[in-house]
């Protein structure tokens, strides 16, 4: 399990889609939350893949448009460009907005990209500036971040659309260095998780980290919703916000009522597993080291949760618990698909441990 540093594996089971021509980023998206961006490429995304992309104007051909101004790269020949007919956007464009299109660098084929009002030439500017997710350093990351933040009083769809997106495609850690342009009051009523409960949690992860007397009480009522419900896909969201709320003081609870409590379903306890994961790996309010002391309670008392205990200790590069995952795997206690994850993670740490040892300078 990752967010932070490296590609959390767990990811495909949160819906998390790695988009065609996107390098696995450096800094993953927070597995807790990857659902809300969605499976298509986001506006982003495929102006990335772009090398050129434009505002142009409908003509009465529907498939010929008028260059008005260029956003990334230079402008075609003659200023027209010309959709392939599989491209051509549904319905009819309204005439008080600017048509997006781009031209994919590797197909050189131009693509219909969405609608902007007029207006918004620099956030445009912006956007044809960015890099992939691959090539983005921890300051990259959090002034990228900052910069959609910034754009929280919108009221255009896209830039709203782009905002949501992009944050969900945001490293937790990432998310905590952006705690003081956390406006949960605006939050709110941008992103409008009510109206769009796919957006909850993304909501709750950043109300989580602003805190605050509003983000505690949305945060109470989502979580007593939640509770009604059989499987709440912002169930580990919230559950990662009320540890960046509670902190190395509520772990013990935490354990004992997200995990140990003999009622759970395993899709709960695994949630609870992945909020852990989400905060050791952020090594925020909570420090790595108490999240391991927890994992050594979860393989004494619950071994069938080993293998996900197992990927995480393997990303850390954590050594300590090698005895009790090997124990787990001696005793036949996690499932064949379990055994496999155990015994890969082992085999990375012994690795590790070994180059390690190779890479010391000989004892004089």
Known sequence: MRCGSRLFPWAVVWGLLIAPGECLPPAAACPACVGTAGPELSFVQQVVNCDIAVCALPTEDRRRFALH????????PGGEIVLPVAELPQGRLPRDRQVLLGREALTQRWKFLGTVAAGHAEWLLAIGKMQRTAALSAADWTERSRFFLGTLATDEPLIRDTLVRELSRTPYAVMR???ADLDVDRLLQTLDPDKFPERRALVALLLGIAGGPTAETWLAKVRSEAAGRREDPARAALLVAQLEQAGVAGLP???RSEILEVSLRESERRAALLALSVQG????????????????R?????PELADMVATDLADWNEASLVGPLQRVLDAGAATD???ERIARALEVIHSRRQSSENDRPPAK
Do not use: D, N
């Not at 101004?69 to 075609?76: H, L, Q, R, T, V």
């Not at 979860?298 to 619950?302: A, F, G, K, S, V």
């Open 253 to 255: 609870g935490f354990l």
């Open 337 to 339: 698909g379990a055994r």
């Open 69 to 76: 101004s260029c956003f990334k790269g230079a402008g075609p």
């Open 281 to 296: 790996t952020a090594e925020g309010v909570i420090p790595r080291p108490a999240v391991v002391a927890v994992y050594e």
């Open 298 to 302: 979860i393989l004494e008392q619950r």
């Open 177 to 179: 260095a952006c705690r």
